[in-house]
T-cell receptor
C-alpha cells in the first residue's frame, strides 16, 4: 500500500516562531488532507489540498503532486497550535475516499 | 449543527464481552468510516461505507463488524473483545469521493 512519511516527528517551538511540516507519499494521490489533533484528542480538518496552495489565517499548505510531497506552514505560532499534525492521502486508483494516515508530527509551542 | 457524534465516549470491557459503538452524522454525508488510533501508529481504517446498506473492509477489519442501515448512522461492533482492541476509535464522514473528512470526538475503549 501507499507509504506516508511525515517529518519531523517532533518539534518544539517558541511562541511566535514559524515552522514547516513535511509529508512525503509514495504513490499518485487524488486526495490529501492535513489534520490537527489537539491535546484533548479532537481531530480537526485543516486543509483538503490534493494540489496547489491554500491559506487559512496563520496556516497555509502546498502540495506538489508531481513530486509527491506536501508542506504545512505555521506562522507566528501560538500555544494553541500544540498537538499532533497528520497528513493523510487517498491514492488515484482507490475507491471510497479511504485515507491512509502518516504517523504525525508532534508539535509543542512554548511561551 | 452537531456534525459527527460518537457514543459512548469511554468504555471498559472485559475480555470476551461484546459491544456496539454508534456514529451518527447530521450532514447528509454519503461516506462514513471507522478508524482506530494506537500510540505511535497514526490512524488505521477498520471499515467504511459508501452509502446506506453498503459496507467494506479497511486495513484492520478482523474482530469487528459494521452496519449502515440508515444513511446517518454507522455502527461498529466488537463480537468478542480482546485486549488488543484497546484503542481510541474515531468515526468520520465525507460528502463523497475526494472531499474532506469530518471526525467525531472519539471513543476510548479499554479491554481488560
Amino acid at each position: 500500500g501507499i507509504q506516508v512519511e511525515q517529518s519531523p516527528p517532533d518539534l518544539i517551538l517558541q511562541e511566535g516562531a514559524n515552522s514547516t511540516l513535511r509529508c512525503n507519499f509514495s504513490d499518485s494521490v487524488n486526495n490529501l488532507q492535513w489534520f490537527h489533533q489537539n491535546p484533548w484528542g479532537q481531530l480537526i480538518n485543516l486543509f483538503y489540498i490534493p494540489s496547489g496552495t491554500k491559506q487559512n489565517g496563520r496556516l497555509s499548505a502546498t502540495t506538489v503532486a508531481t513530486e509527491r510531497y506536501s508542506l504545512l506552514y505555521i506562522s507566528s505560532s501560538q500555544t494553541t497550535d500544540s498537538g499532533v499534525y497528520f497528513c493523510a492521502v487517498n491514492i488515484l486508483t482507490g475507491g471510497g475516499n479511504k485515507l491512509t494516515f502518516g504517523t504525525g508530527t508532534q508539535l509543542k509551542v512554548e511561551l | 449543527n452537531a456534525g459527527v457524534t460518537q457514543t459512548p465516549k469511554f468504555r471498559v470491557l472485559k475480555t470476551g464481552q461484546s459491544m456496539t459503538l454508534l456514529c451518527a452524522q447530521d450532514m447528509n454525508h454519503e461516506y462514513m468510516y471507522w478508524y482506530r488510533q494506537d500510540p505511535g501508529m497514526g490512524l488505521r481504517l477498520i471499515h467504511y461505507s459508501v452509502g446506506e446498506g453498503t459496507t467494506a473492509k479497511g486495513e484492520v477489519p478482523d474482530g469487528y463488524n459494521v452496519s449502515r442501515l440508515k444513511k446517518q448512522n454507522f455502527l461498529l461492533g466488537l463480537e468478542s473483545a480482546a485486549p488488543s482492541q484497546t484503542s481510541v476509535y474515531f468515526c468520520a464522514s465525507s460528502p463523497r469521493q475526494n472531499w474532506g473528512y469530518t471526525f467525531g470526538s472519539g471513543t476510548r475503549l479499554t479491554v481488560v
